[in-house]
């Protein structure tokens, strides 16, 4: 797997971990 | 894999920030943008409706009432002697209270309309005759409302009411309001409010508005 296409999934992975975090803070109470 | 990230660790940042701010937009942002339009979308025409009232309304008391009293007998007498469309309208006008008699004038002749216009207006969109204010449920506004309604849903007891079944048929139709019922309860809402249990409402939901 080439560098670049590991940094993308690292970049993936910390995305859904933030749309993740969003939703603990901001969407799980409404 | 930990060179990658030391190396790469300011675009991992960012995407974290970029994610969470993109939940924010969704969680909260897009919410509110959705009441400011149902809002705009709720007061739209009344304020037309109610200067149509004004426009309507016959001018002659707000005219004779700046007229000095010989000046107001004088119209009165012209317009009596040509038999105009609204004579007794303007005899009731010659009294110095003509300020006041809004409803003379509607009762005289052309001031039919605007009565008509002014029975009309005060109902607020929220209050519906025959029916509960079903906005006082936090998270159903106007526009939600309005679709309850064109399902013939109009009061707590309706809504406190509902099976899973019920809420899966109606939730079908609330388009992009889809999946509201379940996440804002509005079933145990609709029972608390029903039984006007206000503490236990406020304890489970917040302060009522």
């Known amino acids: 797997m080439p560098i670049w296409m590991e940094v993308l999934v690292l970049m993936l992975l910390a995305y859904a971990v933030g749309l993740g975090l969003g939703w603990a803070i901001w969407g799980r109470d409404t | ?209």
């Open chain 2, 1 to 209: 894999m930990a060179e990658i990230v030391q190396a790469n660790w300011l675009l991992i940042v960012g995407a974290l920030v970029i994610g969470l701010l993109v939940a924010w937009w969704i969680f909260v942002a897009s919410r509110r943008t959705t009441v400011q339009l149902e809002d705009t979308d709720d007061s739209e025409g009344k304020p037309a409706k109610r200067n149509q009232a004004l426009i309507d309304a016959p001018p002659a008391a707000r005219k004779d009432a700046d007229l000095p009293a010989g000046k107001v007998s004088q119209a009165a007498e012209i317009a009596a002697s040509a038999a105009s469309p609204g004579p007794a309208s303007a005899a009731a006008n010659t009294d110095a209270t003509a300020a006041a008699p809004l409803g003379t004038d509607a009762e005289a002749g052309d001031g039919t309309p605007m009565a008509a216009a002014l029975n009309k207006t005060p109902a607020p969109a929220a209050t519906p005759s025959g029916g509960d204010d079903l906005t006082r449920i936090k998270g159903v506004g106007p526009k939600l409302v309005a679709l309850l309604h064109d399902m013939d849903v109009r009061s707590f007891a309706d809504i406190a009411a509902w099976s899973d079944a019920d809420i899966d048929r109606v939730d079908a139709q609330l388009g992009r309001f889809q999946g509201r019922i379940r996440r804002d309860n509005w079933v145990e809402q609709a029972r608390l409010l029903q039984t006007g249990d206000k503490a236990a409402y406020e304890a489970k939901f917040g302060r009522t508005s």
